[in-house]
């Protein structure tokens, strides 16, 4: 039966290697190439599971695909498709992973990737800004931006602030019914069932890390990687410009504060450097940015015994683990989605968490640009010439003119100049 989905999945295929741009860049391109081009879906079909996905934590470019294979085929093309859209990025920001590991041994060709790590807030700093043209639309979503905002520039290194905040948005904008009223009377049951293997996975991967890091297992870095990713990949509203602070938070700034230094010293950790040039590379690759995983999932387990193994196996957990909620959740979910809208709880959730999304950006901005800003007295034009970059490429966004890839090439060339 699967042959005959061949010229679709051949499409997929050429969609993963040739899509640029981020949510926004893969959306254009499957219209171009499933409604336009192939007809699988109808434009207004493609509009609604935009918009669907969009509602869900995850990755949305990487949902909407998905049910489009969804539509044609069932449940085996759609795991297919999903297979071949995330492989080509996973494969290279694995080989990024080995690449920066040998880099940073031999400490003479890091230079060049000096100015992708302003680059990546800046490509944050403007994902805020775009996000906030239509998120931020009343005095409700202004207060809980700010609120989001400072909450997670002072709370930056506690690691219940992101799902904290995004909670308590969606609660906030539930408190009146006079923006999204209820339309009709909602059906009276849904049938919850099949979301219960996205809820046991969530329980046995965060019962299975906290043992292995209690009893202090020797193998404990796997299972510690697949709760991590898991959880980012479960709770991460507003895509990779969310995701991105979130691991920040949890494998380069938690694992140098001083409780976790003392009580546990063998949590994964990513240097500061790595992290930001793997986010800022991912933007210069084709495909979702939450292969993103694949590179973290390397980069926390590079120290892990026997090398290069465990630094593969952690690229494949990071892989999996980042992308199984998007799947689990979008093709639980769909099935009912026509009940769901008819809740008008699920929208105005949706208008405080979109509103915090904002926030949890802007947030991050600040404090990530505290970081690669200071020492400006010293002496060192560095300083001027990472918040120049950052500003570069918030214009070089806004003009809609020039494409990631270019940005990322501009800074790599930077980097070899200075």
């Given at each position: 039966?699967?042959?005959?989905?061949?010229?679709?999945?051949?499409?997929?295929?050429?969609?993963?290697?040739?899509?640029?741009?981020?949510?926004?860049?893969?959306?254009?391109?499957?219209?171009?190439?499933?409604?336009?081009?192939?007809?699988?879906?109808?434009?207004?079909?493609?509009?609604?599971?935009?918009?669907?996905?969009?509602?869900?934590?995850?990755?949305?470019?990487?949902?909407?695909?998905?049910?489009?294979?969804?539509?044609?085929?069932?449940?085996?093309?759609?795991?297919?498709?999903?297979?071949?859209?995330?492989?080509?990025a996973c494969t290279l920001m694995?080989?990024?992973?080995?690449?920066?590991?040998?880099?940073?041994?031999?400490?003479?060709?890091?230079?060049?990737?000096?100015?992708?790590?302003?680059?990546?807030?800046?490509?944050?700093?403007?994902?805020?800004?775009?996000?906030?043209?239509?998120?931020?639309?009343?005095?409700?979503?202004?207060?809980?931006?700010?609120?989001?905002?400072?909450?997670?520039?002072?709370?930056?290194?506690?690691?219940?602030?992101?799902?904290?905040?995004?909670?308590?948005?969606?609660?906030?904008?539930?408190?009146?019914?006079?923006?999204?009223?209820?339309?009709?009377?909602?059906?009276?049951?849904?049938?919850?069932?099949?979301?219960?293997?996205?809820?046991?996975?969530?329980?046995?991967?965060?019962?299975?890390?906290?043992?292995?890091?209690?009893?202090?297992?020797?193998?404990?870095?796997?299972?510690?990687?697949?709760?991590?990713?898991?959880?980012?990949?479960?709770?991460?509203?507003?895509?990779?410009?969310?995701?991105?602070?979130?691991?920040?938070?949890?494998?380069?700034?938690?694992?140098?504060?001083?409780?976790?230094?003392?009580?546990?010293?063998?949590?994964?950790?990513?240097?500061?450097?790595?992290?930001?040039?793997?986010?800022?590379?991912?933007?210069?690759?084709?495909?979702?940015?939450?292969?993103?995983?694949?590179?973290?999932?390397?980069?926390?387990?590079?120290n892990s015994n026997p090398k290069?193994?465990?630094?593969?196996?952690?690229?494949?957990?990071?892989a999996i683990a980042i992308f199984?909620?998007?799947?689990?959740?979008?093709?639980?979910?769909?099935?009912?989605?026509?009940?769901?809208?008819?809740?008008?709880?699920?929208?105005?959730?949706?208008?405080?968490?979109?509103?915090?999304?904002?926030?949890?950006?802007?947030?991050?901005?600040?404090?990530?640009?505290?970081?690669?800003?200071?020492?400006?007295?010293?002496?060192?034009?560095?300083?001027?010439?990472?918040?120049?970059?950052?500003?570069?490429?918030?214009?070089?966004?806004?003009?809609?003119?020039?494409?990631?890839?270019?940005?990322?090439?501009?800074?790599?060339?930077?980097?070899?100049?200075?």
């Open positions: 039966m699967l042959l005959r989905h061949i010229p679709f999945l051949k499409a997929v295929f050429i969609h993963s290697i040739t899509a640029f741009g981020g949510p926004q860049g893969h959306f254009g391109m499957m219209l171009k190439t499933f409604v336009h081009q192939r007809k699988d879906v109808t434009e207004k079909e493609l509009l609604e599971y935009n918009a669907f996905c969009q509602m869900l934590p995850g990755a949305s470019s990487t949902q909407t695909l998905t049910l489009i294979g969804y539509k044609r085929g069932g449940l085996p093309l759609a795991i297919l498709t999903l297979i071949i859209w995330i492989l080509p694995s080989g990024l992973s080995f690449l920066l590991d040998y880099f940073g041994k031999s400490n003479d060709y890091m230079y060049v990737f000096k100015f992708i790590q302003p680059m990546a807030i800046g490509f944050i700093a403007f994902s805020a800004f775009r996000m906030s043209k239509f998120s931020i639309t009343n005095t409700i979503t202004r207060v809980i931006m700010v609120a989001a905002a400072a909450l997670t520039f002072f709370l930056f290194k506690t690691p219940w602030v992101f799902p904290a905040v995004i909670l308590a948005a969606g609660i906030a904008t539930n408190f009146s019914d006079k923006r999204i009223p209820q339309k009709g009377v909602p059906p009276k049951k849904i049938k919850w069932g099949n979301i219960v293997i996205f809820f046991t996975l969530f329980l046995i991967a965060g019962t299975l890390s906290e043992k292995a890091r209690k009893e202090d297992w020797p193998n404990r870095a796997p299972y510690n990687l697949f709760e991590n990713l898991y959880r980012f990949g479960s709770l991460v509203f507003g895509g990779g410009d969310v995701l991105m602070p979130m691991m920040y938070q949890q494998y380069v700034v938690r694992p140098n504060t001083e409780y976790i230094e003392k009580e546990n010293p063998k949590v994964l950790k990513i240097r500061q450097e790595d992290f930001l040039t793997g986010s800022g590379i991912v933007r210069a690759i084709p495909g979702p940015v939450f292969s993103i995983g694949a590179f973290m999932g390397g980069m926390a387990m590079q290069p193994q465990m630094q593969l196996l952690g690229c494949v957990i990071g199984l909620p998007s799947a689990l959740l979008v093709l639980f979910f769909f099935p009912v989605w026509h009940n769901l809208k008819k809740y008008a709880i699920i929208f105005r959730s949706l208008e405080g968490i979109n509103a915090s999304v904002v926030g949890i950006m802007i947030g991050a901005t600040v404090f990530l640009l505290k970081n690669i800003s200071t020492d400006m007295l010293d002496g060192s034009f560095l300083p001027f010439i990472n918040l120049f970059v950052v500003a570069g490429t918030f214009y070089a966004l806004s003009s809609s003119r020039i494409k990631p890839p270019y940005i990322v090439i501009a800074c790599l060339f930077l980097g070899l100049i200075f």
